[in-house]
Each structure stands twice: as structure tokens, then as C-alpha cells.
């Protein structure tokens, strides 16, 4: 046993699922910032919180369907579903002009990732020893957050070069790459079943892994501040003068990269608890420096302190996620964290935009307020684990 769990996990079957992830990342990624002008051009410039808040809806709607369905019909197939609706979604928002089209496919295009995360995270822990799911996971995420860095860049640029819709069609080509990928991977579900409608009943026991609640909640409170970052951050980039608003997320994806090559495996070696608890202390510094910068160089700082400090909590907290789980429910208490993120990156974009309704002077004080929300994510641990220490 020992000789297994020390053998290399870089594998081709690892690298092709995370090849897949980076593709399907970079597709839903590409389109972000240029949605909050796109929506003004449409007339909806006092609706951009819901640009977000939408897309999270119908993924944390989808979890409990992909997590039941993840665990019965295979992880491959609910992979699979994930990038087709972007492939689909890609090219109908050319189609779509106007506001209600658009807010409709926000709505579908949520779906992707409410099925292929879910699914991927389980296939993770399937082929891979538990005492390595920090640093799979790291990397993996690391490998996602490639395609969050270069998928903005490069929608911004086809978008200022060659059009809008040009954009939304290159989106639709990459996750059209990630489904060919996917649909030649070994399925990991030992007991596959054949899909039926019946899988897509959904109880009560089948929305909510209660195992998995202490790793909800954290995600809740940390990832608001995302939610808040993507409804944001394209305006303050064009206020500052930032003609390609993907550099943000450029920034702070490459900085998230080069902590990603650690942090899984400290997590492994010092615990979840630890790392997630540095993590958490890092975002929020990031989100004061983020309201406190009002130039180029200070977004650029916040960017990178925050994808430092996502680089450290993301791999701990999905490993924790399966760490509280049962081996059969992976698929479910992977859905039941990604609610919780859904929920509060959905929640941080709502309100923000209600907040902020294009008043620029706002932004800073909107970046405070949600620095407070990430302190009730370390209040929350901090309490957890004294609890579990003294049972």
C-alpha cells in the first residue's frame, strides 16, 4: 500500500483531465469581462450584478442533479455535459440580442459549471491516494486557473481585434476541445449505472452531503468575494485606464499559479485547517488593498495577493471537502461545497451590483465591506476546529 501511495501521480489519465479542465476554465473564463460592457451596449447597464448572480443561480440549482449523477451514471458523462452547454451557449449569444435572450443564456450557461466540476473533483479523488489529494487537487486547480488567466486575455484581445461574437465563438472552440478530450478518458465509477430519467429525482438526502456542511460554510463566506471581484473589477479596470480589463484576472491567476505548486502539498503535510486559515487571512488583506488602490498598481498588487491567497485555500479546502466525505457520496459532498460556492459568488455579484449601480466611488467601500464577510470565514474555522479539539 505505502508502494502506491508514494508512486508519481502525474499521470497521463491526470494530465488529460486537467488538459480538459484548462480548456473548459479558459471557455467560460474568456467572455467575463467584457460581459458588463456588452450588457450596457444592450441597455441593461443597471443589471450587471445579475451577470453573475444568474450564471451561479442555475450552477448551484444543477449541483444536487450533477452530484447524484456523478455517484449512479459516471463522472466521464457529467464531465462531458458540462462543456457542451458552453460549446452551445458560445454560439447563441451572437444569436440572442437582447436583454431577455441574454439573461436566459447567463441562466443556461451555468449549468457547465454546476456538472464538470463536480465530476472532475470525484474523478480526482478516484485516481488518486488520499495522502496526495492536497497536491492533486493543487494542481489541478492550478491547471483551471491557466485557463481563468489566459481565457480573459485572449477573449479581451479577439474581442478589441476581430468582434464580440468572434469571442463567443473562439468560447464555444474551447470547450468543444475539452469535450474531445474528455469523452476519450477511462471511466473511475466502479459501479456504473445506466442512466435513467430516475437519477434526475432529486430528495431531500440527495441535495445536502451533511458531512460536508463545515466545508460549505467556509466556501460560502470566502468565495463571496469573487462574486464581488467579477462584477466589479471590469469597470474599476476601465476607470483606471486598462484598455484589456482581463489583466486583472491575468495578474491574479499567475500569481495563484505559482502558490499552487506548494500549497496542496503543505496542505497535505500541516493539514487542511492550517493552510485554509492562511488563505483566508491572505484574501482578506487582498480585498482592503483592492479598496485601497485607486491606480493600476495597486489593482495589480490586490490581483496578485489575491490569487496567492485562492492558491493557498482552494486545493486545502476541496481536499477537506473529501477528507469529511464517505467514499460513495464524493460526488455529492463535492456538490454540496460548490452550492455553497455558487451561492456566494452568486450572493457577492447580486449585491454588489445592487450597491454599486455604475457609481464608481462605491467600489472601494463595497471591497471593505466584503473583507468583513471573509473574517466570519475565520471566525467560522477558528470556533470549528477548537470544537473538534476539545471532543
Same mark, same amino acid.
Given at each position: ?24 476554465? !479558459? ?46 451514471? $459516471? ?14 451557449? $458560445?454560439?447563441?449569444?451572437? %444569436? ?13 450557461? $451555468?449549468?457547465?459549471?454546476?456538472? @464538470? ?36 486575455? #485572449?477573449?479581451?484581445? +479577439? ?55 463545515? !466545508? ?23 476607470? &483606471? ?41 491572505? #484574501? ?15 489593482? #495589480? ?15 486545502? %479546502? ?14 455529492? !459532498?463535492?456538490?454540496?461545497?460548490? +452550492?455553497? %460556492? ?8 447580486? &449585491? ?28 467560522? #474555522? ?5 470544537? @473538534?479539539?476539545?471532543?
Amino acid at each position: 500500500m505505502e508502494h502506491v501511495e508514494n508512486k508519481s501521480i502525474y499521470t497521463l489519465q491526470f494530465g488529460l483531465l486537467c488538459l480538459s479542465s484548462l480548456l473548459f476554465s !479558459a471557455s467560460f473564463n474568456m467572455i467575463i469581462p467584457e460581459l458588463p460592457n456588452y450588457l450596457s451596449a444592450l441597455g441593461g447597464a443597471e443589471h450587471k450584478g445579475l451577470i453573475i448572480s444568474l450564471f451561479t443561480l442555475t450552477a448551484g440549482i444543477s449541483r444536487p442533479f450533477s452530484g447524484k449523477l456523478t455517484d449512479k451514471w $459516471g463522472r466521464v458523462p457529467v464531465m462531458a455535459i458540462g462543456s457542451i452547454v458552453c460549446v452551445i451557449c $458560445g454560439f447563441l449569444y451572437p %444569436l440572442l440580442t437582447t436583454l431577455s435572450g441574454f439573461f436566459m443564456l447567463r441562466l443556461v450557461h $451555468g449549468f457547465s459549471t454546476g456538472f @464538470k466540476p463536480t465530476a472532475t473533483s470525484a474523478y480526482v479523488a478516484d485516481i488518486i491516494p488520499q495522502n496526495r489529494w492536497g497536491e492533486a487537487l493543487g494542481m489541478h486547480g492550478l491547471c483551471f486557473s491557466i485557463g481563468g488567466a489566459i481565457g480573459p486575455a #485572449i477573449g479581451s484581445y +479577439i474581442a478589441l481585434n476581430s468582434g464580440i461574437n468572434n469571442m463567443f465563438y473562439a468560447s464555444s472552440g474551447f470547450a468543444l476541445l475539452s469535450i474531445i478530450i474528455v469523452a476519450n478518458m477511462k471511466e473511475t465509477l466502479a459501479k456504473k449505472q445506466r442512466f435513467s430519467p430516475s437519477m434526475l429525482r432529486i430528495s431531500r438526502s440527495d441535495i445536502i452531503e451533511v458531512r460536508a456542511l463545515p !466545508a460549505a460554510i467556509v466556501t460560502f463566506f470566502s468565495y463571496s468575494a469573487y462574486g464581488v471581484i467579477l462584477t466589479l473589477i471590469p469597470d474599476w479596470s476601465q476607470h &483606471l485606464g486598462i484598455a484589456n480589463k482581463g489583466l486583472f484576472f491575468t495578474a491574479y491567476t499567475v500569481a495563484s499559479i505559482a502558490i499552487r505548486f506548494v500549497s496542496g502539498k503543505v496542505a497535505d503535510k500541516f493539514g487542511r485547517i492550517k493552510v485554509m486559515f492562511v488563505g483566508l487571512l491572505i #484574501i482578506t488583506l487582498s480585498l482592503l488593498v483592492l479598496g485601497w488602490g485607486d491606480n493600476i498598481e495597486g489593482l #495589480i498588487i490586490g490581483a496578485c495577493i489575491y490569487g496567492i491567497g485562492t492558491g493557498i485555500l482552494s486545493p486545502a %479546502l476541496n481536499a477537506w471537502t473529501i477528507d469529511l466525505s464517505l467514499p460513495q457520496y464524493r460526488g455529492k !459532498a463535492m456538490a454540496t461545497m460548490y +452550492i455553497a %460556492l455558487e451561492a456566494g459568488i452568486g450572493g457577492g455579484a447580486l &449585491l454588489a451590483g445592487y450597491v454599486y449601480h455604475d457609481v464608481l466611488t462605491r467600489i472601494p467601500y463595497i471591497m471593505y465591506a466584503n473583507a468583513c464577510v471573509t473574517g466570519i470565514a475565520i471566525v467560522y #474555522i477558528v470556533f470549528w476546529n477548537a470544537k @473538534k479539539n476539545r471532543t
